[in-house]
């Protein structure tokens, strides 16, 4: 691969190049010899004035300056004239035999017109078919149809999302639910810190319990009602990780002592206290539906390669793979996170309009300049639609590097994340200084930087905008960087694939989210950084040599501070009290539910029917005694 020389005629001398050098200059008496200079009174017959020399900022520039920046500007210009990129391929025999071989059994244009309809509804028929078999469930005996179940799907609201004493989750026992998981939980973890009783659990699957005897059986597994149902079923041995499945489940309401279990590559979490709700799966109830999203994949990259391999035309190459691919990504590898599959198709529908106006716009100015001309078959099929297919399938691949959100809490809390911020910042720095000097071969350099400042110049705009975030989804990364890719050598080919399938699982998977948003939006579930109360030592009565239950009373002082009207406290991760100013109550008293075993308090203010923090949990021991919480939200 090298630039290509312009085309001139056999014998035709040499063209001369301009490269790091300045071009000659021509002498005065060329530049003037075909003007004539005449005297001002014979030009015109108005009064004479003398001409006032014009002012020139370059005299007050160093001349040392000066010449670093002629110098500096010839040499971004790039050589003259320039010198487009061509990949020379290698065994261009083998790579042009496809197209070749398609020439030759199908030389006329409504053979091959025929050829490509009959090939889409090949390609259309076989995935249609897998994906109706992977989407639809047969009813599981006994149970009916499984209710479809996303990754982060629980029977339990955080905080006090559930209501007082749990009313608004219940039933908590006697009640079974027939399911359906798909593919990859496993990876599902919580993003913020989640409290479980005095613990704080971030960046892993949210399952708590597991297996209660040595032998693991699944009579005796059973998880607390806040866990992630298809994680859990996954823990337990019940659905496979990679193909999901089916099964049902049974509410059996209070458990008390959740084990901490590794297992399938999950390690669950303890809780050495009682849960009014809790969950375990039926032996014998797993059903052999499947999440067939690898065998789908095999199908559409079966089609897309034989596409990519027997069509030169970049016209009808980039359409078919973009609508391929995006399909693929909505209906299959990374579907919008709903549980209704017709709402799933339209969703994917409604994205599927405005993000091909986004690639018309990629192909005229990236895809086709790069493509036009090209007949390395098979090094377009490894790079290009490897690397669509690399980004296309982000949810297994660059989802893998532990960045969660380019905000500084994220990167500060997330394990691994600056290191990685960083082995990232230093590759995308150096794949930008090599594509900036293809650029410049080609003599398209000044007109790229001056996008690319206009576009940091926006970003820097919207950055400076009060009580706003920026924030740089996939798609954007797609559309902002695949211009820089625009020319015809290998790098770019990988490059400018890797972004148009980041684009297209950004838009199939997420939808065209703002580059703004607000506070809230970033934050989800995320602490509030709210007020937190002040609460003094409890008075304990811990009743002993009586029949009565240990009690535990907590006062606090009223008027509440300003903005907040009530009190809100949890025993176990449950709400088990809420009161209000105006009803002048100062006191809280909770009996013990269960003997030998601690319960957990956290507190928190509200503003009517909204909570404040709540603060990290404060012990009421198996021994009596009462541990202090420590500062800080939980």
Known sequence: MEPREGAGNEGAPPQVYRDDEAASVHSHDSAISDGILIRGSEASDEEYYSIQEPYHAHKYIPPRMQRAWKATATWVKGPQPPRPWKIRPFFPRVQAAPVHFLNNY?????????????????????FGLVLHRSAFAADIPGYGSPVRVRCNDRFWNDANGCGLNGDLCRPFENSTMSFRCPANC??????????????????KPLVI??????????ENTFYRGDSFICASAIHAGFVNDGSGGC?????????VNFPSVNRKHISSIGFDSYFPKSFTFIPGTASKCRDL??????VSLTFTILLSLFTASPAVFFPSIFLGIFFHVALASDPPNLTDYYAIVSIALGRFLPASFCMFAVYKYCVKPQHQGLRAQIEKTVLWLGGVWIGALNNYTFDKIPIQRLTPHDIKQQPGAIPALIIVALSLFSIAIGQAWALRVEGRLPRYLAVYGIIVGSILALVAIPKMNVRIHHYILGLCLAPGTAMQNRPS?????????????????????????????????????????????????NNLGTSL??????????????????????????????GYEDAGKKSFTWVKHMKDVPEYFRFAFMEGNGRGDYTKAGVWGRDGGWTEMEPGPS
Not at 247 to 255: A, D, M, T
Not at 293 to 298: C, D, I, N, T
Not at 558 to 577: A, Q
């Open 106 to 126: 199908f030389p006329k244009r409504k053979h091959k017109v025929v050829l490509l309809i009959f090939f889409y509804s090949c390609w259309l028929l076989s």
């Open 247 to 255: 099964g049902v489940l049974s509410l059996v309401g209070e458990k």
């Open 293 to 298: 999203r690898w065998p789908l994949l095999a």
């Open 493 to 541: 080919l990988l490059f400018q694939g890797i972004l148009i399938g980041l684009f297209i699982n950004g838009i199939a998977r997420w939808g065209f989210d703002s580059i703004l948003q607000t506070p809230d939006e970033l934050r989800g579930d995320a602490q509030l950084g709210s007020l937190l109360p002040s609460i003094v030592a409890p008075i304990i009565y």
């Open 186 to 203: 496993k990876r599902v973890e919580v993003v913020n810190p989640h409290a479980v009783g005095d613990q704080e659990v971030n960046y």
């Open 549 to 578: 239950m240990p009690n535990i009373t907590f006062e606090w002082e009223l008027p509440f501070p300003k903005h907040y009207d009530g009190l809100s406290i949890l025993v176990n991760d449950v709400e088990r009290y809420h």
């Open 209 to 218: 319990g597991g297996p209660t005897d040595a032998e693991e059986t699944l």
